[in-house]
C-alpha cells in the first residue's frame, strides 16, 4: 500500500479517525503513516498491516480485530470501536470504504504516470489468464495480481491496495454474480487493456441465463475509451458483438483466421500444451506450455495479446508463457503418479465448458495402455439448466470413451444417469454418495497406468478428494 498517513486514510475513507487513550500512550498520533497490506482476513495479517472487520454471511470480522491487532496490525477499519490499542477509523461500511480506498490508492499512482491496468473478465479461465499474463509483466516491471480468485467486491479493491508508487501493471481479475459488479470494479480501476474470455454458463443461475451473462461481461468493454484496447476472443459470437458495444480498440483473439493474435499446431500431451503463437506484427514462435488441457491455449492468446498492446516483446511473453507450468492450486494440476497412477486434480470449479474441456483432455492425453477415469461432481449454480447440462456431460463421458466414471454427490446424479442411458455401459459408471465412499471404491479399482480426472465445482469439496487420491498414489 501507498505511505499514507492516519488522517489521509480517514479523510479518503470518509471515516472517524479514533485513537483511544492506550493508541496514544503507545505514540499513534493522526500524522502516523500506515502503509502494509490491507486484509479481511486477521490470519493473513502481520507486522505494519491493516485489517478491514467485514461483515459476512457466517460471521462478523469484528470478531477477530483482537487477533488482527495481536498479529501486528497498526491500523483497523471498523464500524463500530473496538477496545484495541491501536489507530481505528470508524465507517458506515466496511466494503463500501475498501472500495472507496481502493479507487482513491488506483487515482493516486496513476497519476504518477507509469501505471497500466487490465481487466479480465469471462465465464472461464479468469485465473489461468491472470497467472499468465502476471509472469510475462512482472519480467518488464513492477506488477501487482490476486491471489487465487480474487475477483469480487472485496477481493479487487484488496488487490489494487497493494499498489505501490513503482507499480507498473496492475492486472485485475473482474468477476461477477449479478449485473453491475463488473461495472463498479472498472469504476475502481479502469482497465487501459480489457480482456473478454467467453461466455459461458457458469453461474448462469445467478445471472438468469446465458444472455443475461452476456450482458454482463459487456460490462468489461462499454466504458473503455478510444485510447483503451478490447482484446475479444472473435471464436466467441457473444464476445465477438461485443465490438459494437465499446469505443475502444479492438484487438481479436482465437484460433480462426479472423484472429490477430492466433495459435496454429496445437499439441497437447500429458507434459502440455505445445503450439506456435502469431502476433498482428508477423512476428511468431513457437511455445512449450506446461499447462495442461488445449482449452487453456485461448487464455494463453489473451494473455499474449493484452501483453503485446503494452508493448512486452515476442521473445518475453512466451518465456512468461512457458515458465507457467500449472493454471493455479487446482486447476488441471497434475499429481500423484509415484505407483504409476496419475491424479489430474481440476476441481477447483467447474461449469459445463470447463467440465467438457477437462473431460476432452483427458481423452486426448492418456497413451493407449492407459485407463482413463473421470471422478466428477456437481456444477453448481446453474439454476434452471442443472439438469440438462449434467445430462449432457454424462453423455459426452461416454462418447469420449473415458472407460470408468464415478459421480459423486446427490446434486450430480443426473449425470449419472445420463451416462448409463447412453451406449452400451454396463457397470462403467458407478455413483457415491459422498467424497469418502468415492475414495474407498476408487482405491479398490485402481490400477497402474490409471490417469484420473477429479472434476467438480468448488462447493463440491472433491479438491479434497483429489489431493487425497494423489497423496495415495505419490
Same mark, same amino acid.
Given at each position: ?6 488522517t ?19 505514540g ?5 503513516v500506515?502503509?502494509?497490506? &490491507?486484509?479481511?482476513?486477521?490470519r ?29 496490525a497498526?491500523?483497523?477499519?471498523? =464500524?463500530h ?13 466496511s ?6 480506498? !481502493?479507487? =482513491? ?59 505501490t ?6 492486472? +485485475? ?16 480501476? $479502469?482497465?487501459? #487493456? ?7 454458463? +457458469? ?13 454482463? $461481461? ?10 483503451? &484496447? +478490447? ?8 464476445? %465477438?458483438?461485443?465490438a ?21 499446431d496445437?499439441?497437447?500431451? %500429458?507434459?502440455?500444451t ?29 494473455? !499474449? ?9 515476442? =521473445?518475453?511473453? #512466451? ?5 507457467v507450468?500449472?493454471?493455479?492450486r ?26 467438457a474441456?477437462?473431460? $476432452? ?46 459421480? &459423486? ?8 444417469l ?8 454396463d ?5 457415491? !454418495?459422498?467424497?469418502?465412499?468415492a ?6 479399482? %485402481? ?22 487420491? %494423489?497423496?495415495?498414489?505419490?
Amino acid at each position: 500500500m501507498l505511505e499514507l498517513t492516519l488522517t489521509d486514510v480517514a479523510d479518503i475513507l470518509g471515516g472517524r479517525l479514533v485513537l483511544t487513550g492506550s493508541a496514544a500512550e503507545a505514540g499513534w498520533t493522526p500524522d502516523s503513516v500506515v502503509s502494509g497490506t &490491507v486484509d479481511t482476513d486477521s490470519r493473513l495479517i502481520g507486522p505494519g498491516d491493516v485489517f478491514v472487520a467485514k461483515r459476512g454471511e457466517a460471521d462478523d470480522g469484528h470478531r477477530f480485530v483482537p487477533n488482527a491487532v495481536e498479529a501486528g496490525a497498526t491500523l483497523v477499519i471498523v =464500524e463500530h470501536e473496538s477496545d484495541v490499542a491501536v489507530p481505528q477509523i470508524v465507517v458506515a461500511d466496511s466494503v463500501d470504504a475498501l472500495g472507496v480506498f !481502493a479507487t =482513491e490508492v488506483v487515482r493516486r499512482v496513476r497519476a504518477r504516470g507509469r501505471l497500466k491496468i487490465v481487466g479480465i473478465t469471462g465465464s472461464n479461465g479468469k485465473t489461468t489468464t491472470k497467472n499468465l499474463l502476471r509472469s510475462i509483466l512482472e519480467r518488464v516491471g513492477e506488477t501487482v495480481a490476486p491471489r487465487d480468485s480474487f475477483n469480487n467486491e472485496v477481493g479487487a479493491p484488496l488487490t489494487m491496495l497493494k499498489l505501490t508508487d513503482d507499480t507498473r501493471y496492475l492486472v +485485475a481479475e473482474m468477476g461477477a454474480s449479478g449485473r453491475g459488479e463488473i461495472t463498479r470494479l472498472i469504476r475502481m480501476a $479502469k482497465p487501459d #487493456v480489457g480482456v473478454v474470455l467467453m461466455v459461458g454458463l +457458469a453461474h448462469a443461475g445467478e445471472f438468469g441465463g446465458i444472455e443475461a451473462t452476456q450482458i454482463t $461481461k459487456t460490462e468489461m468493454v462499454k466504458d473503455l475509451e478510444p485510447g483503451d &484496447v +478490447a482484446v475479444l476472443n472473435v471464436d466467441d459470437p457473444r464476445v %465477438a458483438s461485443m465490438a459494437e458495444k465499446t469505443a475502444a480498440r479492438v484487438r481479436w483473439f482465437g484460433l480462426g483466421d479472423r484472429a490477430e493474435v492466433r495459435a496454429t499446431d496445437i499439441e497437447a500431451t %500429458a507434459l502440455g500444451t505445445g503450439f506456435t503463437l502469431h502476433l498482428p506484427d508477423g512476428s511468431s514462435a513457437p511455445v512449450r506450455f506446461g499447462v495442461l488441457g488445449e482449452h487453456h491455449v485461448m487464455n494463453a492468446l489473451a494473455a !499474449a495479446a493484452s501483453a503485446h498492446e503494452l508493448g512486452v516483446p515476442l =521473445e518475453v511473453i #512466451v518465456a512468461g508463457l512457458e515458465s507457467v507450468t500449472r493454471a493455479e492450486r487446482w486447476r488441471m494440476e497434475v499429481m500423484g503418479g509415484g505407483d504409476g497412477v496419475v491424479v489430474i486434480n481440476d476441481a477447483y470449479n467447474a461449469s459445463p465448458d470447463s467440465m467438457a474441456s477437462a473431460l $476432452k483432455t483427458l481423452a486426448q492425453i492418456a497413451r493407449p495402455d492407459q485407463r482413463t477415469i473421470a471422478v466428477l461432481g456437481e456444477m453448481s449454480e446453474l439454476g434452471p439448466y442443472a439438469v440438462e447440462e449434467h445430462d449432457r456431460i454424462g453423455r459426452l463421458v461416454v462418447r469420449l470413451n473415458i472407460e470408468r466414471l464415478y459421480v &459423486v454427490g446427490e446434486g450430480a446424479r443426473a449425470l449419472h444417469l445420463a451416462a448409463n442411458h447412453e451406449g452400451s455401459w454396463d457397470g462403467e459408471a458407478v455413483f457415491a !454418495a459422498t467424497a469418502d465412499e468415492a475414495f474407498d471404491l476408487i482405491q479398490a479399482d %485402481a490400477r497402474e497406468g490409471d490417469v484420473i480426472l477429479v472434476k467438480s465445482s468448488n462447493s463440491a469439496g472433491l479438491r479434497f478428494l483429489g489431493d487425497r487420491l %494423489a497423496e495415495a498414489h505419490s
